[in-house]
């Protein structure tokens, strides 16, 4: 099992850590995030986006 963490991507590109919002759950919830972006200046290294661009909610394995 897994905890993951939730980011938020605007229009503009901007990215948000939704810090109160987490769910533990298998690998297999990272399906519907296809498209992966590194991070930095976030706990989490790497986020896997909904949608390849735009407005979308992300997904990243919370670092322990």
């Known amino acids: 099992?897994?905890?993951f963490v939730f980011y938020l991507?605007?229009?503009e590109g901007h990215i948000k850590?939704?810090?109160n919002m987490a769910v533990i759950g298998t690998i297999d919830?990272?399906?519907s995030y296809q498209y992966p972006q590194p991070l930095s200046g976030f706990p989490e290294s790497a986020?896997?986006?909904a949608k390849e661009e735009g407005?979308?909610?992300g997904i990243?394995?919370?670092d322990l």
């Open 1 to 3: 099992m897994y905890k």
């Open 9 to 11: 991507r605007t229009e």
């Open 17 to 19: 850590r939704l810090e």
């Open 29 to 31: 919830f990272l399906s």
């Open 47 to 49: 986020v896997f986006w």
């Open 55 to 57: 407005l979308s909610m």
């Open 60 to 62: 990243a394995v919370l």
